[in-house]
């Protein structure tokens, strides 16, 4: 059964630091993985795609890596802003079917 | 892009009655549609798959007659909450595939259901 986890839970850092955020996932046979920013009540934005032959997306500041192998995907963040704060969350999509399955997040805070 | 519109965004009600929840994508096609639920604090944990013209699929643990779903057309998902209780409160939220092959999903905004 797949797992997911983010680490850490939570992340405070002053605003202009460069961040990573770290997810694994227990069974590399994945077709893709997804990060996700969640906004406190609100839905969901898709922040960056990666197929699973892919090894790394980017989007402006941001850059997230996959190693499909060791099961690891990171989420890097430059030069971060107050804006930035929110909770990131990873899925992964183990059938191809669209069905998801999340880690827990990483609520960032980005302090001015 | 591709918008999933879902709502009502928040709800509030009485312990027994029934909510219905609406999820839209409105400018493409979805035969699947995806249900989620958040606890505060804690992540996304997968429903049941909603499929145009025919049963949903429920994910292990999820009782089919709580969560009534209909996916009556490629562009409606509705999620019943039934003789809803204070332990049914919870974010709620939907997703579908975008209209091209190896797309992202995309997520509606989440209804947080809150039962008295």
């Known amino acids: 059964k797949q797992e997911v986890t983010q680490i850490p839970a939570a992340l405070s850092v002053p605003e202009g630091e460069n961040l990573v955020l770290n997810c694994s996932f227990t069974d590399s046979a994945i077709y893709n993985l997804q990060w996700f920013r969640q906004d406190p009540g609100k839905g969901l934005t898709s922040l960056l795609l990666i197929q699973s032959s892919q090894r790394e997306q980017t989007s402006g500041r941001l850059n997230a890596s996959l190693d499909k192998s060791s099961g690891r995907s990171t989420l890097y963040i430059a030069a971060s802003q107050p804006g930035d704060s929110a909770t990131y969350l990873c899925a992964v999509d183990s059938s191809n079917t669209g069905k998801l399955i999340f880690g827990q997040g990483t609520t960032l805070q980005v302090k001015p | 892009g591709a918008v999933v519109s879902q709502h009502p965004s928040r709800v509030i009600c009485k312990s027994g009655t029934s909510v219905k929840i609406e999820c839209r994508s409105l400018?493409?096609?979805?035969?699947?549609m995806f249900w989620y639920r958040q606890f505060p604090k804690k992540s996304l944990m997968l429903m049941a798959t909603s499929n145009e013209g025919s049963k949903a699929t429920y994910e292990q643990g999820v009782e089919k007659d709580k969560f009534l779903i209909n996916h009556a057309s490629l562009t409606l998902s509705t999620l019943t909450v039934t003789s809803a209780h204070p332990e049914d409160s919870s974010f709620y939220i939907c997703s579908a595939p975008g209209p091209r092959s190896n797309e992202k999903l995309f997520f509606g905004s989440g209804t947080q259901l809150s039962v008295l």
């Open positions: 400018d493409f096609q979805a035969t699947t």
